[in-house]
């Protein structure tokens, strides 16, 4: 079925460092989401990307979506510890209709 | 705007029990969505619902069942509990459906005893 793959599942990184997590599918994907938890919190969306290789910035936090739009990638610079959480993409489906199908996560951690 | 809300935020119950957890979402939302959240299985997708109907459905057994009312508010139910169903529920709601942003509650933690 339907599955998207993200990697790596755990990064522990020094405040200050880059930070990058990759999200992969065998089948194109209608569009990426990505959403944000953190430590005891529920998931906060960040953005969704739905163009073939669109590049959007949010301060510090870069999102890709693939030519192929079979991958995307959240990049990070410069961590801070507000960073920690766990990142998830989802793949949400065509229109209305599609479900929203979670990868399983990249857990950040940074050290002061 | 207030946020998406959940209740109860903690449960406790026996296995064989059963349990009904509730959702309201963000006003003007029609669509809300439940997840399964477990350490080991990650953010699984349980139903929508779009307008007091069920509009997709993922792959867990017939014990979990929801609905949606006028107001757009949202149950879930799960039957005949299991140990394995301890869990954080998540309820999401958005105006259109899936493809689009979801705002997620702050969750309802099950356990099962």
């Known amino acids: 079925g339907q599955q998207v793959m993200q990697i790596p599942q755990y990064q522990h990184v020094q405040e200050g460092e880059d930070f990058t997590t990759y999200c992969n599918s065998s089948t194109t994907l209608s569009n990426i989401q990505w959403y944000k938890q953190r430590p005891g919190g529920h998931p906060v969306f960040l953005i969704q990307l739905v163009k073939s290789g669109e590049v959007k910035k949010q301060k510090r936090l870069t999102f890709q979506f693939g030519e192929a739009k079979k991958n995307s990638s959240l990049h990070i610079t410069a961590t801070q510890t507000t960073d920690v959480g766990t990142y998830f993409c989802a793949e949400g489906g065509s229109g209305n209709t599609g479900k929203l199908i979670f990868g399983q996560g990249t857990t950040l951690q940074v050290k002061p | 705007k207030a946020g998406v809300t959940q209740t109860p935020r903690y449960l406790i119950k026996t296995r064989g029990q059963q349990v009904t957890l509730s959702c309201s979402p963000i006003s003007g939302h029609r669509s809300v969505s439940w997840y399964q959240q477990t350490p080991g299985q990650g953010l699984q997708f349980l139903f929508e619902?779009?307008?007091?109907?069920?509009?997709n459905k993922g792959n867990f057994p017939g014990r979990f069942s929801g609905r949606q009312f006028s107001n757009s508010r949202s149950e879930m139910n799960v039957s005949t509990l299991e140990l394995g169903d301890s869990a954080l529920y998540l309820c999401?709601?958005?105006?259109?459906?899936?493809?689009?942003?979801?705002?997620f509650g702050p969750g309802t933690r099950l356990t099962v005893t």
């Open positions: 619902y779009f307008s007091e109907t069920q509009r």
């Open positions: 999401a709601s958005s105006l259109y459906g899936q493809g689009y942003e979801q705002y």
